[in-house]
Every structure is written in C-alpha cells, then in structure tokens.
C-alpha cells in the first residue's frame, strides 16, 4: 500500500513539473534595456607640419586645437595624446629581397638596421623584421632588443624571385599588428613594382586602414652615380613609386625616394621625429553602423589662423566593417 502511495506522488510530481515546464516562455528573454551597447571608434595618427618650405614639425597643440569630420558631419573626440604622453611604437620593417634587391643587399640591410636603431625608443617602442619575394618570411617578431633584430637582418643572405609586397602587408597587418597595444607602423624597403602577391593594393590600403596601421615607404631605385651598386639612376616616380606613394598617403604615412646612404638616413630621422611628435585622436562616429561603406575623413583646425600656418596629415578614410582590435 505504502509503495502505491509512493508510485501515485511520484507520478503527481512529475505530471507538475512538466506542466511547469511546458508552461514556460519558449522565446529568448530580451536583452536588458539598461546593458551597455558597444560602440566602435576610429584612432587617427595626426601630423602637423608648418606650410613654410622647411615643413618643420609642429608639436604642442591639444585636443581643443582640432575638429574631425567624417562624410562632412563633425565628429565627437573621445580621446587624444601628444608627444608628453603617446603610448609606445609597434613598428614592422618589411624588406624587399626580390631579385632586382641582388645587387644592394647589403644596402637595403644596412638601411634596416639603421631604421630600426633610429626610430625605436628604449625600453618602451618594439620592432619586428619581415622579408618579402615570393615568400612572405617573418624572421623576428616584436621585441625591444636591437640585437635580435639586427642578428635576424644579419642572417638575410638570399633573394627570391618575384616582389610580394602587398601579400606581406597584408599578412604583417593582419597577423602582428591587429592587436598591437599601441601604434602600429609599417615600414617597406623595397625598389620595385608587385609581381606576385594575390593581394591588390586596395587590399593592402584597406587593412592597413582596418588596424589602423600608418606605412612609411623607403624606395630605394634612385640613385646617384656610383652611390649604391644596383641602383639605377632617373627611375624615380614612375609606376611602382606612384603606387608606393598612394600606399603611404592613404594610411597617414609618406614615401621617401633615394638611394643615397645620407639621404636615407635624414629620411629615418623624419621618420624618427614625426612619430615622436605625433598626435593620435580619436573619435566616435556618429554613423554607428557596419554597413561597409567607405567613409571620408577630414581632420581640420578649429582656428583659422593655425589653419593658415600649418599642414595636418592623417589618413583620408575607412571602411566600416566590423573587426576585431584592442
């Protein structure tokens, strides 16, 4: 009798929990209208140049000195550094080792290493060191001891036999920068067209601007008789610098033509000294969707009179698409 008893409160029990869970809302529960919504902003690298002939570098301006518009709306500032308080330099050198690099090797390595012991601040910047032909070869990732990267360029000995460069932007910027905590900077060597990469330039351009990474292009086809063995003399400006040129200037860097030792290295101390004298702002779009539209950017003075003065320099436009950075 007690075990019948059991079995009929049993099977009640049961008979209510499942009523109890078949009367539940089968619908997700909404989100909580008090839950933070994200929100995605832009880091812009900013330089500010005078417009006299010297084009010296301007430093000491603030937030205040700025205004930021993005397809002609102006825009909400929500952070900015100057050279007092810009956080560290992640900086990848990428090294043409193509077959026309043959003859000045030891050029283009020689201009590495100066690049890198010019530019990276002590114990706060970080370098990296990558090669390109028709491999994409990375032969030492970030760090802070010259002595590494200058051993990892030491041991370049060999070219290929095609010029991968956009590939090896893409594969830097994508793979070493994208969560780099700090600026991000690209810097190519290289003497000559692309031949080989499956990326196009436009794909170099839109993940640089993506990672919000500023390139910084070296050519080194100029040259002056008997300067640089391998270095043809009148080839400045044509096909392969224009595309060079349009890399830098489109992701708020510039391009350097030479192929003189001297002349190389006053081009690293502009280097040096810009990114030392960098201002980042950074804001937060108004239009807050991912609709993958390309959209302008326009960074002016609030003051007319610096506007008369000086140059801004900065990177013109984005894609917004939704990615993943720190």
Same mark, same amino acid.
């Not at 417009?51 to 000491?60: D, F, I, P, R, S």
């Not at 594969?171 to 031949?195: C, E, H, S, W, Y």
């Not at 030479?258 to 290295?265: I, N, R, S, V």
């Given at each position: ?5 059991? #079995?009929?409160?049993? &099977?009640?029990?049961? !008979?209510?929990?499942?009523? !109890?869970?078949?009367? =539940?809302?089968? %619908? ?20 500010? *140049? ?12 603030? =937030? ?8 002609? +709306?102006?825009?909400? %500032?929500? &952070?900015? *550094? ?8 992640? +900086? ?7 077959? !026309? ?6 050029? !283009? ?33 970030? *760090? ?14 060999? +070219?290929?036999? =095609?010029?991968?460069? $956009? ?18 900077? #690209? ?47 009148? %080839? ?31 081009? &690293? ?11 980042? +702002? ?5 239009? =807050?969707? &991912? ?18 003065? $000086? ?12 990615? %993943?950075?720190?």
């Amino acid at each position: 009798m007690k075990s019948l008893s059991k #079995i009929i409160f049993a &099977f009640f029990a049961f !008979s209510i929990g499942a009523a !109890s869970v078949l009367a =539940q809302d089968p %619908t997700p529960t909404p989100p909580d209208d008090d839950e933070p919504v994200s929100v995605f902003e832009v880091r812009l690298p900013v330089t500010v *140049t005078e417009k006299k002939k010297k084009k010296e570098l301007v430093t000491g301006l603030n =937030q205040n000195d700025f205004i930021i518009y993005e397809d002609g +709306v102006p825009q909400e %500032t929500t &952070f900015f *550094t100057n050279e007092l308080n810009n956080p560290p330099v992640f +900086v990848g050198v990428l090294m043409d080792t193509s077959p !026309s690099t043959s003859g000045k090797l030891t050029f !283009s390595k020689r201009a590495a290493k100066d690049f890198l012991y010019t530019v990276l601040q002590l114990r706060k910047d970080k370098g990296a060191f990558m090669t390109f032909d028709h491999r994409v070869e990375l032969h030492q990732d970030f *760090t802070d001891k010259t002595d590494l990267l200058d051993r990892a360029v030491e041991r370049i000995k060999d +070219v290929g036999s =095609q010029t991968a460069l $956009y590939d090896a932007i893409w594969q830097f910027a994508d793979q070493k920068l994208r969560n780099a905590p700090g600026r991000r900077v #690209i810097v190519v060597i290289t003497d000559g067209d692309d031949t080989f990469s499956k990326a196009e330039l436009e794909d170099a351009i839109d993940i640089a601007q993506r990672t919000e990474t500023t390139i910084f292009g070296i050519s080194t086809k100029e040259g002056f008789l008997g300067s640089v063995p391998g270095v043809e003399v009148g %080839t400045i400006k044509d096909k392969g610098d224009k595309l060079l040129e349009k890399l830098c200037e489109e992701t708020g860097g510039r391009a350097f033509f030479t192929g003189d030792m001297l002349a190389l290295e006053r081009s &690293f101390a502009k280097i040096s000294k810009e990114l030392k004298g960098q201002y980042i +702002v950074t804001y937060k779009p108004e239009n =807050q969707e &991912f609709d993958g539209k390309t959209r302008k950017i326009e960074v002016r003075f609030r003051d007319k009179k610096l506007e008369k003065k $000086y140059r801004i320099r900065t990177k013109t436009e984005y894609r917004a698409i939704r990615d %993943t950075l720190k």
